[in-house]
């Protein structure tokens, strides 16, 4: 019995070990899903846009698209969109459609390697995202908009690349949609079985970290039903970030179902906003 016993737990050991070396060499696939470049754009939703270049410090020529009111206004924010690892441009023409109804003006760009933007998938990396996010938010400066009028929004991955980019350069207020605390966090709710130590990771994407660092509001969003990332992951870092901060559980919706309701939150959202930019209704 004793060799019976011995043979189990070698063989559960080497199945953990063969677990443990399959998501340390793939984990970059796991992580990162760019798809197949489409050609929609927000003029399929009537939507005004300019479709502007973005440059990184280390060289990479990112496509994105500005977003703009007819006619300027101090008071009126400007969002800073990261988008999800499973999204591009072309899947976030409702997204861009969304910003010009609430009023706002908004740079939405495709990260190195997705949609259009330069790059190979080698070159998809937690800090190669987060130049690609230092880009957008140097464009929006070069248009002389003041960081007392920048939102910056993150979905799902993009969540945690936005709250860096927050706690790296500053903004009036952060928006994280589907957020989670790590990418550690993700891996044990999803493969609780499988004991990945910290260490072996090669992006972390600490989202917890980069949140207990801004110095701006922070508000929450999570869909009821998402999918993805779950709701209870968004409560952690959620419960763990200082405030000011606040919570919104988006009813009856998936992991990318905001576009769908948004007017349903549009005024939680106007209040969000007028408040961090100081501005009263």
Not at 45 to 72: E, K, N
Not at 268 to 276: E, I
Request: hydrophobic letters at 40%; aromatic letters at 12%.
């Amino acid at each position: 019995m004793k060799r019976i016993g011995g043979w189990i737990l070698m063989t559960l050991a080497l199945l953990e070990f063969g677990a443990i070396l399959a998501f340390a060499l793939g984990q970059r696939r796991m992580t990162y899903f760019p798809p197949s470049p489409g050609t929609a754009t927000p003029a399929l939703w009537g939507t005004p846009y300019q479709p502007v270049t973005l440059v990184t410090a280390d060289g990479f020529h990112l496509s994105a698209w500005w977003v703009g009111q007819p006619q300027d206004n101090p008071r009126r924010p400007v969002v800073i969109y990261c988008h999800g690892n499973g999204a591009d441009l072309s899947r976030l023409a409702e997204v861009a459609h969304l910003f010009y109804q609430m009023g706002w003006d908004a740079l939405l760009f495709d990260y190195r390697a997705y949609g259009r933007s330069q790059g190979s998938f080698g070159d998809l990396n937690e800090e190669g995202l987060a130049k690609d996010a230092q880009a957008a938010w140097a464009y929006v400066a070069s248009r002389k908009v003041p960081t007392t009028r920048v939102l910056i929004w993150g979905h799902s991955l993009g969540s945690s690349v936005a709250a860096r980019l927050a706690a790296q350069r500053g903004c009036a207020g952060l928006v994280l949609e589907g957020a989670f605390p790590s990418l550690q966090a993700i891996g044990r709710s999803r493969y609780p079985w499988v004991l990945f130590p910290g260490f072996l990771l090669r992006d972390q994407y600490a989202t917890d970290d980069w949140v207990h660092s801004r110095r701006c509001p922070v508000l929450f969003l999570h869909a009821e039903r998402d999918e993805v990332i779950p709701p209870a992951l968004g409560d952690e870092v959620y419960q763990r970030a200082p405030g000011p901060k606040e919570r919104i559980l988006l009813s009856g919706i998936g992991h990318n179902g905001l576009p769908k309701v948004w007017q349903l939150y549009q005024p939680d959202l106007t209040r969000f906003a007028q408040s961090c930019l100081g501005v009263t209704p």
